[in-house]
């Protein structure tokens, strides 16, 4: 049966300035650190992939010297330890509902487990963040189906393809019978360059990026009573009638008889 394997922060539920944020500038605070990211910063420091190299990102000569990390080891350590505050900052943040599920996450998790897909998700945020996120948007049962690549599982984040290949492997899964929904231009490279058709549901960070590859872009999966998706790009002409159903992500598929799309290329945009 075909996979269906989504992205995280901003797909599942719209994670990033809700969440991730706040939950950074806390930990900054509580660590003393004199850094307190704006909306407009943030949405930059969203370009990195991983929770521990955006806190990294920080540290210029000076706020290295200022906060007496005097090698690689301390610094280390030292990022581990405000990472792992972070993580228990979101995790509370995740639990108190503050970030509702995106439209349509529920109804097309339900539509492929019915319909025996295999679900997952990969993301380069921690795995105990993922799995909140996960559980509050499709609830424990569903959540409980899922299998789970997250955080440092592989050395390269995206945009590098590492946690899709690494996905595809563990879930025995071939490239032209998996599909990927995600948010931001680095996650679809990295999804293309695994060879995967790929929607994007663009959240507010990522909006104004190059979604150059994706099968269909939209602004959300919608659901049938709620408000009409937006389709910013449909380059195999699938069609979406005010949400994107199964019957969709489907055809879009390279291994569907009645799909309209070709294996996406991998030939453009090296990670």
Known sequence: MPALIFDCDGVLADTEQYGHLPAFNRTFAEFGVPVQWSVDEYADRVKIGGGKERMRSILTPALIAELSLDDDTS???????WHKRKTEIYKGLVESGVMPARPGIARIVKEAYDAGWTLAVASTSAEPAVRAVLTHAVGEDLASHFAVFAGDVVPAKKPAPDIYLLALKELGVPADDAIVVEDSGNGLRAAVAAGLATVVTVSGFTREEDFTGAALVVSALGDPDGEPVEVLADPHGVGVDGAVT????????PTSSTGTSPAPSTGTETP
């Open 246 to 253: 199964l019957a969709t992500l489907q055809a879009l598929l």
């Open 75 to 81: 610094t280390d350590a030292t990022i581990l330890a």
